[in-house]
């Protein structure tokens, strides 16, 4: 899919769920990671992660096209078009949108498993934790690595 194919599917997602035309740009992000898709508030563009434009990707795709689209629609009309907002969890939702982008294997895989002593909470990391310091957020159990290099 090109950037001309992405621009008719999103203003296409945009007539039939919001019933609002999209006007902006869309464009190709070839360096996002773990980001699905952006949406900039100062000229109304979205990019969009272009490894979820494969076709076994398409789903994933349109959940991240309605995301951006749920931050334009709203903020084009004044009402909250933040995370945060309720406005925005509740048109999200309306649209059946993906609240975060779909893991494909672009995330770090974590290299450190730490396990807690006490209630046996897993805690994934990247880094390595001090586990003199860094006590289990869910019992202030001690900490003990479990894994190393877990891809
Ligand atoms: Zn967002
Ligand atoms: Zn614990």
Redesign the pocket.
């Known amino acids: 899919m090109n950037e001309k194919e992405l621009t008719q599917l999103v203003k296409a997602i945009s007539l039939k769920y919001f019933d609002y035309p999209f006007d902006g740009q869309v464009i190709i992000n070839y360096r996002f990671k773990t980001t699905g898709?952006?949406?900039h508030l100062n000229d109304h563009h979205i990019e969009i992660n272009a490894h979820f434009l494969k076709k076994k990707y398409y789903q994933d795709l349109v959940g991240i096209i309605k995301?951006?689209l749920?931050?334009y629609y709203l903020h084009v009309h004044h009402l909250g078009y933040r995370?945060r907002d309720q406005d925005f969890k509740y048109l999200l939702k309306k649209v059946g949108a993906s609240r975060y982008a779909p893991d494909i294997g672009l995330r770090k895989k974590p290299k450190y498993l730490y396990c807690c002593h006490n209630c046996g909470q897993r805690y994934p990391r990247q880094r390595r934790l001090n586990t003199r310091r860094f006590l289990c957020g869910k019992c202030h159990g001690k900490l003990f690595l479990l894994k190393k290099d877990l891809h």
């Open positions: 898709g952006r949406y995301h951006e749920c931050h995370h």
